[in-house]
């Protein structure tokens, strides 16, 4: 359960807070809502209490934890030349099933794999914005997690992946 004013991760969405809880009506059953302002976009989300489990709906990393998935980045990625030699999309199934888990160590994997096949060859469209939006999420749980700026942050990975 998640309180009002906690800063959360919604996998596929971003950085939010749990701005309200709220109780609606759905199919005649009364449920209790989470109302989450996901950050830099207007966009707030409604989430039934029930799904947020299988949402993979979690709390931000505190810094502790953000300084262990930096530290432990290069360990952690999957085995990079089987993963290389994958097609781009069993790459993308394997990604968005990563990122979908919500965690944070997952999303890193996801983060220095991709860099490695970039480094190595090239990424169609497709990876190139996975890799994109993976690095965003994870710079801006950096800047929450840490108090960090974007940049500072940006720099806290990029230095983390040898990139």
Same mark, same amino acid.
């Given at each position: 359960?998640?309180?009002?004013?906690?800063?959360?991760?919604?996998?596929?969405?971003?950085?939010?807070?749990?701005?309200?809880?709220?109780?609606?009506?759905?199919?005649? @059953?009364?449920?209790?809502?989470?109302?989450?302002?996901?950050?830099?976009?207007?966009?707030?989300?409604?989430?039934?209490?029930?799904?947020?489990?299988?949402?993979?709906?979690?709390?931000?990393?505190?810094?502790?934890?953000?300084?262990?998935?930096?530290?432990?980045?290069?360990?952690?990625?999957?085995?990079?030349?089987?993963?290389? @030699?994958?097609?781009?999309?069993?790459?993308?199934?394997?990604?968005?099933?990563?990122?979908?888990?919500?965690?944070?160590?997952?999303?890193?994997?996801?983060?220095?794999?991709?860099?490695?096949?970039?480094?190595?060859?090239?990424?169609?469209?497709?990876?190139?914005?996975?890799?994109?939006?993976?690095?965003?999420?994870?710079?801006?749980?950096?800047?929450?997690?840490?108090?960090?700026?974007?940049?500072?942050?940006?720099?806290?990975?990029?230095?983390?992946?040898?990139?």
């Amino acid at each position: 359960m998640f309180d009002i004013g906690n800063k959360v991760v919604y996998p596929t969405q971003g950085i939010g807070i749990v701005s309200n809880i709220e109780k609606r009506e759905f199919k005649g @059953e009364t449920q209790d809502y989470y109302k989450i302002k996901i950050f830099n976009n207007t966009m707030t989300l409604s989430l039934p209490v029930s799904s947020a489990g299988v949402s993979n709906l979690r709390l931000i990393s505190d810094s502790e934890a953000i300084d262990i998935g930096l530290e432990s980045i290069n360990n952690a990625m999957s085995e990079t030349n089987e993963y290389k @030699e994958c097609t781009w999309k069993e790459r993308m199934a394997a990604n968005s099933k990563r990122i979908k888990s919500g965690s944070l160590r997952s999303t890193l994997e996801v983060i220095y794999d991709l860099t490695q096949v970039k480094i190595n060859s090239k990424l169609n469209a497709t990876e190139k914005q996975v890799l994109k939006n993976a690095k965003d999420s994870v710079i801006k749980e950096i800047s929450y997690a840490k108090e960090l700026s974007i940049e500072d942050s940006t720099n806290l990975l990029n230095n983390a992946i040898k990139y």
